[in-house]
């Protein structure tokens, strides 16, 4: 069974860190690209950072590059993002995903806001 469990969400104030976590299992995980996505109240889900599948590829939105890192590691089966200086407009619901040209997998998602 395939699950991708993100972990890390919470409320932070403007300024502040989080780092989110996703924890893979029932798939080949070292053979995916890994993505963050993030979904707004009334707004539509976009794309926040890509990893290729050996780590050695990353690519991020606009609006986050230079804050957000994404990484992972295949033997703990788990991608990650760190954010730093996070802002208001960042509050969302944040997603992991796994897909390749057959596959598309969700997490279940886990809610960063950001506030003072």
């Known amino acids: 069974q395939v699950q991708l469990v993100e972990s890390g969400g919470g409320l932070v104030q403007p300024g502040g860190s989080l780092r989110l976590s996703c924890a893979a299992s029932?798939?080949?995980?070292?053979?995916?690209?890994m993505r963050w996505y993030r979904q707004a109240p009334g707004k539509e889900r976009e794309l926040v950072a890509f990893?290729?599948?050996?780590?050695?590829?990353?690519n991020y939105a606009d609006s986050v590059k230079g804050r957000f890192t994404i990484s992972r590691d295949n033997a703990k089966n788990t991608v990650y993002l760190q954010m730093n200086s996070l802002k208001p407009e960042d509050t969302a619901v944040y997603y992991c995903?796994?897909?390749?040209?057959?596959?598309?997998?969700w997490g279940q998602g886990t809610q960063v806001t950001v506030s003072s």
């Open positions: 995903n796994a897909a390749d040209i057959r596959s598309n997998y």
């Open positions: 029932g798939f080949t995980f070292r053979s995916y690209a």
């Open positions: 990893i290729s599948s050996s780590g050695g590829s990353t």
